[in-house]
Every structure is written in C-alpha cells, then in structure tokens.
C-alpha cells in the first residue's frame, strides 16, 4: 500500500511528473465544475424550483450560517472562497468510499494539502485589504506595540504549516487505518468502515474550512 498518491506516476519528463495525486484532483475539479453548470444553468426564483436547486440552496445557507457561527458578519463574502474550499475538501476526502481511490483520497497527499494552505494564506491578507485597506491591515501587524512584527509573522507561516500538516497527517493515517481494518475483517465490517471513513473526510473538510475562517475572522477583528 502506498503511503501517498504521489507515488503513483502515470507520466514523467524531467522533473515534470504527472501522479494519481494530480489526475484525481484536476478530475474532481472537472466533476464540480460541471456539476455546478449543470445545477445553476436553469435556476428558478419562484416557489417551485427543482430537486437539485433545493438541495444548492440547503448546502448554500448552511455554510453561510456556519460562517457567520465563526464570526464572519458579513459571510456572503467570503461564501464563495470558503465555499468552494469546504465542497472541494469534502469530494476528495469522500473518494474513499470508492474502490479505485481506496485507501488514497488527494488530500492523503502533502501537495494537496499544502496548496490548500497557501490558498488559505494568501486569503487572509486579501480579504482584510479588500475590507479595511492595505495600511489598515499592515497595521494590525504592529499591533498593539511594533515589537510584536516578527512574532505575527511568524505565526502567520506556523499556522499555514500547521493547517497543511493536519489534514495532510489525519487524511493519510485515517485511510491507512481504514485499508488495514478492510484488509483484516473484510467480511465483517467493510460497510462500516466505509461510513466511518465518510464521517472522517467530511469531518476533516468541515475542520479545514472552519479553521480558514477563523484565521479570517481573526485578522478582521485585528
């Protein structure tokens, strides 16, 4: 059993690598892109709206009330960032209820996760600036004495690193475990397993999302 999908390589020239990490995530990205089109293209503003509309704006009005839950007041501007970052996490981290993506969701990849981070790193700033402008923000990082400059910083690099190495450390020892508890009760317990590793990525995805808001959060209220 491989311990990332990294190690699976389709194609590679040079230093260029094309591995299972990179196919499952541009093919999931696919998935939600036309996913998306398809549920959006005939939206409706009346009371009858279809099934999938109706399930949209259920996913829709949670997240924003989780958002708002974490302190983002005005979470419509965050919705499609954070949005995008939750459904993304939760369609890779549930892939491992499939066969072919068994024991190796994306996000049991260290790239993966740590793209996530950066993604959440550079939100932070952009957020803040669009809100409050760029010297408001760089204000907050002298706050509430200049002595304080390199320890923001610092722990603006630590919390990046530590939100990559968490999802990336939990997706890879939770498949794992799961592979292993197939392979020696594969007649007992395969369902359940599969549930739990269900419960576990969307877990993990709501974890994730939650921690990039309120690094958000806590920037704006700086």
Known sequence: MRITPDDEIFFQYGFVKINLTIVT??????????????????????????????????????????????????????????????????????????????????TSSLSTTAALAISVFFAVPFFNIMEYGFFTY???????????????????????????????????????ILGILLTITPLFFPDVMIAF?????????YIFTVLATVFIGAAAHE
């Open 25 to 106: 995530t541009w093919a999931i990205m696919a998935i939600l892109v036309l996913g998306s089109y398809l549920i959006t293209r005939r939206l409706s503003t009346g009371r009858k709206i279809s099934r999938w509309q109706n399930i949209l704006e259920i996913i829709v009005i949670n997240i924003k009330e989780q958002l708002q839950e974490a302190g983002l007041h005005r979470a419509e501007r965050y919705l499609s960032f954070l949005g995008t970052l939750f459904v993304f996490l939760v369609f890779s981290n549930v892939l491992t209820v499939f066969p072919a993506f068994l024991y190796e969701p994306p």
């Open 138 to 176: 760089l204000k907050s990082y002298i706050k509430p004495i200049f002595i304080m400059l390199p320890f923001h910083i610092i722990s603006e690099f630590s919390r990046t690193l530590a939100l990559a190495v968490r999802l990336f450390g939990n997706m890879m020892s939770g498949t794992m």
């Open 197 to 205: 590793g269900l419960l576990t990525g969307t877990v993990q995805a």
